[in-house]
């Protein structure tokens, strides 16, 4: 029998996939793509002859018709995920419904896109003294979200905040982000994080909205906010001379 390996592609830079993600699609003989998110140039590190398949015109039964009857043949089989597949990657379903099925599975993580994005404008999440926490969530959508982890709930702590999946809704993002940040709390929008196109638009919750509609962007896009986003903080106490080497990174 086969193997199921899920494998996070990364954000979008084909180089930024680990050696690990690489090896798995080097020995693959199928691989299932999320075709709408995945950079195609990530499959050219694929063997010739690899049987592909599109996710996003699949179902989640076909797609796991695919996997079962693969690896049941003794194939191995890639699925890819863009960024790291436990973020918003609607994995869980589809390894619960493998273990039901027998089939073998793993996990290999990804560069998440929320990574990429801190690397494109050159900020760190956790300034000392002014955050040390990171909250990654979403605006309820078609995928609805608890009454206690509504943004304008979140917002109330005023931690370094990533927001996925919602930039098409941005005036409601920011009507419930102003429950907790003040107006002039600056956020940035990224769109497409990593890749040739990608485009960082700034500005505070007071007028992102406005920039970011007259931007046209729509989707493939992360919404940051937090005073992370000023360059300012106190130096951090890791390489402090008086700081104990054997804590070091």
């Known amino acids: 029998m086969g193997e199921v390996t899920f494998v996070g592609a990364g954000p979008g830079d084909p180089e930024l996939i680990t050696l690990k993600g690489w090896r ?8 299932i793509y999320a075709g709408s998110l995945v950079n195609p140039a990530v499959l050219d590190y694929c063997q010739p ?5 599109d996710s996003q015109k699949m179902t989640l039964e076909e797609t796991l018709t695919v996997m079962v009857e693969a690896v049941r043949a003794g194939k191995r089989v890639v699925r890819l995920h863009s960024g790291d ?10 390894m619960t419904r493998l273990a039901a099925h027998g089939i073998p599975y793993q996990v290999i993580p990804g560069v998440s896109s929320f990574l990429a994005a801190a690397a494109a404008i050159k900020r760190e999440y956790t300034v000392p003294e002014v955050c040390q926490t990171v909250i ?23 931690a370094s905040m990533c ?10 993002v920011v009507n419930q982000l102003l429950e907790g940040y003040p107006a002039e709390t600056p956020v940035m929008v990224i769109e497409k994080a990593s890749w040739p196109e990608e485009r960082v638009i700034s500005g505070t919750l007071a007028d992102i909205a406005g920039k970011v509609a007259t931007a046209g962007i729509t989707r493939t896009a992360l919404i940051l906010v937090g005073d992370f986003l000023r ?5 951090s106490k890791l390489y402090h001379p008086d700081f104990s080497h054997g804590s070091r990174g």
């Open 136 to 158: 990654i969530s979403r605006l309820d959508g078609q995928t609805p979200v608890p009454e206690k982890e509504r943004l304008g709930e979140l917002a109330r702590h005023r």
């Open 163 to 172: 927001l996925f999946l919602s930039v098409q809704y941005i005036a409601e």
């Open 231 to 235: 360059e300012r903080g106190t130096r």
């Open 85 to 94: 597949p436990s973020l918003y990657g609607a994995i869980q379903e589809q």
């Open 49 to 53: 002859g690899v049987e592909l398949f």
């Open 24 to 31: 798995a699609l080097q020995s693959a003989d199928t691989v």
